[in-house]
């Protein structure tokens, strides 16, 4: 864990932060592909397959940071690492939820 | 300059005598402006103070047209007030409850509490809090003192077009909204990165981000939420205020534009402005219950991950408040999850406090009382919120009373009980003495009953049919008794706040000196021992309760046994720390007192009164001076390295100065360039927006009005070599002595010029097409995405020239560069954010086509 640099920081920002990263582009795709995708000439089955592939990305992008911050080890503040690793694999979690809520929508409104 | 973090060292507390006369020259530094010159404060004691009193003043004004409103509604046919200043009131208070009076008083706490809990002695930019207090205050009595001149805004709110647009709203009362708040909405954007980079930067030694208080983790996604969500908003009364003055079609159907736009802009603010609002709340009550209950906070790193869930979830919910306006019902699904997601990292926080309160033995103090009844409140709040997230309820209850006891369970419940839990629990820690605990008890009691009263019988009125803001009704529908019995309850409420007021009044007596201390036995370090200084050396901190863990480290802090127990380089500092570890980097100069920053505020809120009133010539006057007033400021702002490392204790010797990415004003600058981005992207979604509406007012359709390639190609070569012209300004000034400073203001003044000449010759591209503002929606926009682009580039040139005459003035080296690096990370973000507008702008319509 990066103490004194700025891009450290960042690193250590992004990582904590990436399960609700990716919840947000997961619904910023889903909501967008919905609301710009038919003035682009998409067909609903079209927004949908994307949707659902998007959800699925998403879901696999967040189960791999869960993974990869399970698997990390501690190098310089050992607790101060667990922590934040423990608050990014929750994030991950409840994000993963929110994703995986946004497709229950696309499998129970009709066409 | 170095920006290596020292690692800590042990032996502390140091058991040795301090030196005589260190105190004293501490108390010398510190201490603050008497008589007039008490409105140069910077402190954040006495701003946050300041802050917070004037969001209490603005609470009462606000509370009062609330009265009015109910003594209108108690009986039918009343003629108590007419329409129209029935309209006014109803848009005064909930717009000065959310803009003058919920955000401003969570800021104001963090400005007043943030550096005590992270024993720093000041925020990193205290004439920045200042500012934003000034502005605030005197936007804000302008923008009340409205009322009294049937000037105020009148069409609720949040203001919808075509309602507010000039046709349906000719007079002035809606421009006062639209200038006032988006003012005001950028002091709050000051106060967010004041409290950003304070949080990251300014930390005790040790106080790694695992050990943060939770209210200062709920205050950095507060802030972080103010950074992303409010330039929405800022754009949208932007946008509306041109339409209104220019004529530019944005939002009238028959020019390509669409009201809904505004919906959109206005409520992606509007939603997480009920988090941004209640999030800050919800970290004091995690501070106070682990007081009341002594014993730990059940779960924290569980409500530290609901605060972080809970501040994105709440981005995708703004189209919950749409249900209503004809949306696919695809759409409308998607926000309705969403709605329902974001209960669930609510929910967790109110679990933990629950398990906390059942772990421990909770003390039944006023402050106790209150979060009890906010719980009850918030969770009732939360439910009917849950009932609304369901799109065929929200339908039956759209626009009905229903919604209004809906919000008033979230925002008065979820944020105000909270709040005066907090003045109960924090006055001792800035005051002489506790509040009183029996008026305290009668004021629970009178507000709690009082809310339930009123706000209750609302759901029932609502679901009986009874619309939100109408200033009266027929007696024969069956709403005359529940009425009545509402605006009983509102005047308890209002008695209930009046006791409080008279117990601040009483016992509170603001003395930063001498406090009440620890009278809680609380954990955390904003119980330490202060004094206008805080506290008098900064500890060691190995626990999230310190004080708990540590029954000495009062003691130990106030003898002056931790870091920097004096002044180093004799002004006001505090310690820089690493962002996540708080590990000792430098010491910062605080500014002290000054009257430029105070000036700065005074002209920019005149600037924009003025601009309100259409008096153009003063508003312009103001302007001038307000640019002086800044300029005035910031000349002080770079001291430069002018002391030696100093030791701070413990053999550690830090730097004074820090430049570069390690600087706290690059972390500003950043946070900024992240408003600024925030505001094109709600542009860009504007665009792709009303392109779906109305595609037939764009040029692929039309065939006409975009300029020839060569236009936007030659305006991207004039953007990038002026970018290149400063990234080469930049290494000159590293180059220093071997070539002298004119290569650096040579190049500095060519990147102006260039810069001016690409934007200019984006708008003549544009121009020379016949294509004018207000022909269409199309075309109102990529004026837009021109004139944001202009205040950028203007913004860059004028940090150029002042860059450039800080050098001649000789306060620009190498070394002394902080800034030239906050000028050249504005300037490589207007051309970007220019890159991107010529792409859009010329790009897609071609695409698109």
Known sequence: MSSGRPSGFVRALLLLLSGPLIWFAHFSLIYGAQGFGGAFGFTTGGIRAFAWAATFIAGAAIAAIYVRVQRQRPSSDPETVRSLARTTRWLAVLSLGAVLLQALVLAVIPR | MSDEAHTLPSGYPNPLPRPKGELERLEAVWAPPTGIRILTAVNNTYIGLFYVGAALLFFVLAGILALLMRVQLAVPGNDFISQGTYNQLFTMHGTVMMFLFAVPVVEAIGILLLPQMQAARDLPFPRLGAFAFWTYLIGGLFFFGSLFFGLAPDGGWFMYPPLTSTEYSPAENADFWLVGIGFIEISAIAGAIEIIVGILRTRAPGMTLDKLPIFAWSMLVFAGMIVFAFPAVILATFLLELERAFAWPFFIPEFGGDPLLWQHLFWFFGHPEVYIIFLPAAGMVSMIVPTMCGVPLVGYRLIVVALVATGFFSFGLWVHHMFATGIPSLSLAFFSAASMAVAVPSGIQVFAWIATIASGRLRFTVPSLFILGFLAIFVIGGLTGVMV??????????????????????????????????????????????????????????????????????????????????????????????????????????????????????????????????????????????????????????????????????????????????????????????????????????????????????????????????????????????????????????????????????????????????????????????????????????????????????????????????????????????????????????????????????????????????????????????????????????????????????????????????????????????????????????????????????GFPRIAG
């Not at chain 2, 506790?434 to 009125?461: A, D, K």
């Not at chain 2, 019995?485 to 007596?509: E, K, P, W, Y």
């Not at chain 2, 004080?547 to 505090?574: I, M």
């Open chain 2, 389 to 842: 997230a369901l799109v065929p309820f929200d339908w039956q209850a759209h626009d009905t009373f229903f919604i209004v006891a809906h919000l008033h369970y979230v925002l008065f419940g979820g944020m105000v009980f909270p709040l005066f839990a907090a003045i109960y629990y924090w006055v001792p820690a800035v005051g002489r003495k506790p509040l009183s605990e029996r008026l305290g008890r009668w004021s629970f009691w009178l507000m709690f009953v009082g809310f339930n009263v009123t706000f209750f019988p609302m759901h029932i009125l609502g679901l009986m049919g009874m619309p939100r803001r109408v200033y009266t009704y027929p007696e024969n529908l069956g709403w005359d008794g529940i009425n009545l019995l509402s605006t009983l309850g509102a005047f308890m409420i209002a008695t209930g706040v009046l006791v409080c007021l008279i117990d601040l009044a009483r016992n509170f007596r603001f003395t930063p000196s001498e406090n009440a201390g620890n009278v809680w036995q609380a954990g955390t370090l904003d119980w330490l021992p202060t004094d206008v200084y805080g506290n008098r050396s900064i500890p060691i901190v190995t626990s999230r309760e310190p004080l708990r863990d540590d029954p000495k480290l009062s003691k130990d802090v106030e003898a002056g046994r931790y870091f920097l127990p004096g002044t180093a380089t004799g002004k006001r500092e505090t310690l820089i720390t690493s962002a996540i570890d708080a590990l000792p980097q430098a010491i910062l100069q605080v500014p002290g007192p000054s009257w430029r920053s105070f000036f700065a505020a005074v002209f920019t809120a005149a600037f924009f009164l003025l601009l309100t009133v259409k008096l153009v010539w003063p508003a312009i006057a103001c302007g001038i001076a307000a640019l002086v007033a800044m300029i005035a400021w910031l000349w002080q702002t770079d001291p430069g390295r002018n002391h030696a490392p100093v030791d701070i204790g413990g053999g550690i010797k830090v730097p004074v100065y820090l430049t570069g990415p390690a600087s706290h004003s690059w972390w500003a600058m950043v946070v900024l360039l992240l408003v600024a981005a925030s505001m094109f992207i709600a542009l860009v979604f504007s665009y792709l927006y009303l392109w779906t509406v109305s595609p037939d007012v764009w040029p692929a359709t039309t065939g006409e009005h975009l300029p020839a390639a060569h236009w936007p190609f030659i305006s991207a070569a004039a953007l990038l070599l002026a970018s290149l012209a400063v990234a080469l300004s930049g290494r000159m000034l590293a180059a220093g002595a071997k070539i002298g400073p004119w290569p650096l203001r040579a190049g500095l003044a060519a990147a102006s010029a260039v810069l001016a000449v690409g934007w200019l010759l984006d708008l003549c591209g544009v121009w020379q097409t016949g294509l004018r503002p207000d022909d269409s929606s199309y075309a109102a926009l990529v004026y837009t995405f021109i004139v944001i682009e202009g205040l950028l580039v203007a913004s860059a040139i004028v940090m150029a020239l002042f860059t450039i005459a800080r050098s001649i003035a000789g306060l620009l080296t190498p070394i002394r560069r902080v800034t030239f690096d906050n000028t050249m990370l504005l300037w490589h973000y207007a051309v970007a954010q220019g890159l991107i507008g010529l792409l859009i702008v010329h």
